[in-house]
């Protein structure tokens, strides 16, 4: 519709579904509408609402879960010269609550972040990311916690025998404090595929 893209996802899984190789998967009913919007050429601001629940009938859970997510981003590819150069803040904002008397998963994540990616060379392509992640439990205090996430990713497309492999590297840092002491967590991570 002009400079806008509406799509929307109805997304149902009945109590005891299992998958052909017998996991379960929750049951649960999800309704998600994403609007798109391009500002210009070079900019297009998205936000997406994702509501769901569970505990359907017949569910064996004892209770229900909503949950309520917010995504807001922004894509930017503001080089002219470099067409794959892009930079994308976002602010995600995540509601839990549950229908039993004490609503014993009442929280709130609150997310921001942003990430750059571009390509060095028609086969090469690199990237940087940073993440602030706040999970807000009011229903247990002391399981509150943040993270400030640190990424770094590389990729690269060869021909190996005349078919395409393609690989990446990815290393990240994840520094965590929690309420419920005075330890900070650092993990580091580092993944070849």
């Known amino acids: 519709m002009g400079k806008s893209n509406f799509r929307y996802l109805y997304y149902y899984v009945q ?4 998958s052909e190789v017998g996991s379960a998967a929750p049951d649960k ?4 509408l994403t609007w798109d919007y ?26 229900r ?11 930017l590819r503001p080089f002219a010269s470099r067409k794959d150069f892009t930079f994308r803040p976002y602010i995600n904002h995540l509601r839990k609550d549950s229908d039993d008397a004490t609503n014993s998963v009442e929280s709130t994540t609150r997310t921001s972040g942003f990430s ?5 060379n ?5 990237g940087f990311n940073y993440e602030y992640r706040g999970f807000s439990d009011e229903a247990n205090k002391t399981s509150s916690d943040y993270f400030h996430r640190l990424g770094l990713n590389l ?17 990240a840092t994840d520094a ?3 309420k419920r002491d005075e330890n900070k967590d650092l993990n580091l991570g580092l993944s070849l595929n």
Do not use: C, M
């Open 15 to 18: 109590p005891e579904f299992y």
């Open 29 to 32: 009913i999800q309704h998600q």
């Open 38 to 63: 391009r500002l210009n050429p070079k900019a297009i601001f998205s936000f997406t609402e994702n509501y769901h629940w569970d505990r359907l009938e017949g569910s064996t859970k004892t209770k």
């Open 65 to 75: 879960t909503y949950n309520d997510e917010k995504y807001l981003n922004l894509t």
């Open 116 to 120: 750059v990616n571009d390509t060095l």
């Open 122 to 126: 028609p086969r090469t392509t690199y």
């Open 155 to 171: 990729g690269r497309e060869e021909k190996l025998l005349g078919r395409r492999l393609y690989f990446s590297l990815n290393a």
């Open 176 to 178: 965590r404090t929690a």
